[in-house]
Structures are given as C-alpha cells and as structure tokens.
C-alpha cells in the first residue's frame, strides 16, 4: 500500500478463471477502483479455450488465442494496470475434465502462481469467487480454493468473493425461462443454491457511473457473445438499451472474508481504511 495526497491508495489482484469472467462479475468495481487510483492487477487462471462460442473462432484452434486479445482490450476498457495469465487448462463445463485441467490440479500447485503474484505486488486485496464458484464450474470453484490458500499463504490481508446476490439472479432467470427460446437450457432451479444468499452478502457497490467502461469490457470478448447453438448471457445483456445496462448491471456484490454480514458497504476496502 502506498500513501498519496493523504489518501491510501491499494493493491488489488482480481483472480478469475477465464476471459469474460472479470467483466461480468466485477467489471464495474475493476473500473472504479482504477479511476479512484488503486492498482488493479487481473489474473486469470486460463485462457478459456474450452469456453462455447461459434465455430468460426475454433478454426485452426484459435479460440485462446483470440481469448488472450480480448482479455488485454478488457483489461484496458477498464483501467487495469496489469494483466497476468496463468496458463492453466481450461477444464470446460460440459464433459468428462481432462486430467491435468486447472480444476483437476492439487491446490499448492494451482496457487504457487497466485502466491508469487500477491507477494510480488504487496497486495493489499485479492478478490475470488464464493465456494459455488457462482453457477457451479468446476474451474470457478477451483479459484475459490485455490484463492483462500494463496492469500492465507501470501499474508494478503483482505479477501473478497466476487458474487451475485441469489435472490436477483433467480429473478433475472424466471424471466429469461418464461421467453420460449433465449435462452432454453437455463433452468430456475439451477440456481437454488449458486451465488450467495443476501444474507451473507457484505458488499454492494455501486458501479452505475462507471457503466460505459462496464459495457466496453463485454464488447470486448465478441467471442463469448453467442455460440453455434444462439445467443449466450453476455451477448443478450450487450441488446438491453444502455439506460437499461446501467439500471440492470449497475451494482456488484461481495461478501468479505471475516466481516460479518450487515448493511452492504459500498466501500470494498472499508476494512482496511
């Protein structure tokens, strides 16, 4: 942490499994901090080349490689000060997961990366995904893990999950279910138990001023807009009308490690100031 005209100024390292993750779940937070002068490190466990898409960006395999593109344009939308990609293999959510997958890794060796990274950067914050891993893929539940025992590790003091307060996200899914076609393989049931209860949610912070870098962010992984059987989540939420983007996407949620749950702060280092 460094000292600046009075006001402390922070480390954060967001971790995430794949390109796109970081823009839908915290692109607003990644911008706000950025634009409040804090030093926002994205890492990324893989280069999401198991991800679904259209065919034409699995030609010749490419699928990482256009990933890793859209990635560094994100990071950029959104202020980030350094983009760290780890390498990993993307163990994909549909499928028998290969061994050797960044899911299928012990937890010392999927974290030596991140343990090095958050010395290395003297993080003041790290920011991992609740113990569901959100929807239940394999690989964000492995950041989950893999993200408690590197801060634990690296002495990082502050550890946030990113996440979505369950009650709006079953809410935002009855309403896709009931328009025949959009999205057909998403269920309300699904998401009995994803994310987190408002209950346990610490942190709801306001990102509506920061909506326009929030929207560059998801343009920036066209990829992941729709796949060969339709549109995909990031690619419908890219149609709502930008008014409609702000209101609907224009708060995140945390719940922080050893805070006990209240009235959300809007103040994602509320901790440590």
Do not use: N
């Not at 306001?206 to 326009?212: E, K, L």
């Amino acid at each position: 942490m460094v000292q600046s005209t009075g006001a402390a100024r922070y480390t954060l390292v967001a971790f995430h499994a794949h390109p796109d993750d970081e823009a839908l779940l915290m692109g607003g937070t990644l911008a706000r901090l950025a634009a409040e002068g804090h030093r926002v490190v994205l890492a990324v466990a893989t280069d999401g080349e198991a991800g679904a898409t259209a065919s034409s960006y699995r030609s010749a395999g490419r699928l990482a490689s256009y990933r890793r593109d859209e990635l560094e344009r994100s990071a950029a939308a959104l202020g980030c000060a350094r983009v760290v990609r780890f390498g990993f293999t993307d163990s994909g959510s549909t499928g028998p997961v290969a061994d050797g997958a960044f899911s299928r890794l012990e937890i010392e060796q999927a974290a030596a990366p991140l343990i090095e990274l958050l010395r290395a950067e003297r993080a003041d914050a790290l920011t991992i995904y609740d113990p569901a891993g959100g929807y239940g893929h394999p690989d964000h539940q492995q950041v989950h893990a893999v993200g408690v025992y590197a801060a634990r590790q690296a002495g990082t003091p502050l550890v946030l999950e990113a996440t979505i307060d369950r009650r709006l996200i079953r809410r935002l899914v009855r309403l896709v279910e009931a328009i025949p076609g959009v999205l057909p393989a998403v269920r309300a049931a699904d998401y009995d138990h994803a994310y987190s209860p408002a209950s346990s949610i610490t942190h709801c912070v306001d990102v509506r001023a920061y909506a326009v870098q929030k929207r560059r962010s998801f343009e920036a992984h066209a990829s992941q807009a729709s796949s060969d059987g339709g549109a995909r989540t990031l690619g419908l939420l890219l149609k709502l009308p930008r008014w409609l983007f702000r209101r609907i996407l224009g708060r995140e949620w945390y719940v922080e490690h050893g805070r006990t749950p209240g009235a959300p702060l809007d103040d994602l280092f509320a901790t440590l100031r």
